[in-house]
């Protein structure tokens, strides 16, 4: 029997599963197109090396006549499944090249968030949009009741009772 090789390309915290055709971010799946992923796998795959717009329209549609509008659109899909976070990194590069002291980026298990303070001591947070609310929940079911991250459920009971009630 012949044993397949898993191959897999990791970067900035993302792994591109070449043998599954899947994009992971730690252990979760980002669901990405078919089109996106073959870009994305294009782009991981030549690493530090300029790839022009034709190149890529030509590895991804070979044969095929397609605007730049196409590859617009392919794109928009990569950089929202990679999204928030490397613009997020990228903000906190800038902030620490300003002579700021950014934390670290917080998991807030609905969105991750770097927090510094201005010089006059205002506390300033950069969160990302995502995963957001219904990570653990249907839409339909948002504001039903309290939803609480995992790491704050312990607490549900000190939480709750320092809530006000809505009137209903």
């Known amino acids: 029997m012949q044993k397949i090789s898993h191959r897999t390309r990791s970067f900035d915290g993302f792994t591109l599963d070449l043998t599954r055709g899947s994009l992971l971010r730690g252990n979760q799946e980002i669901k990405l197109p078919p089109k ?15 790839i022009s717009k034709r190149e890529l329209i030509e590895a ?14 392919c794109l928009r899909e990569v950089r929202r499944a990679l999204g928030d976070e490397a613009q997020q990194k990228g903000w906190r590069e800038r902030v620490a090249e300003a002579g700021l002291q950014p934390t670290p980026v917080i998991d807030r298990f609905y969105f991750k968030s770097v927090y510094f303070r201005e010089p006059g001591g205002n506390l300033f947070e950069l969160a990302t949009d995502g995963p957001g609310f219904t990570a653990d929940e249907p839409a339909a079911e948002l504001g039903h009741h309290l939803a609480l991250p995992p ?12 809530l006000t009630p809505l009137p209903t």
Do not use: H, M
């Not at 991804?60 to 659109?73: E, G, I, M, N, R």
């Open 36 to 50: 996106p992923y073959d870009a994305l796998k294009y782009l991981v795959e030549n690493p530090g090396r300029l």
């Open 60 to 73: 991804l549609w070979p044969d095929t006549a397609v605007t730049d509008d196409s590859l617009v659109q």
């Open 151 to 162: 790491f704050l459920e312990p607490r549900r009971q000190e939480i709750e009772a320092g």
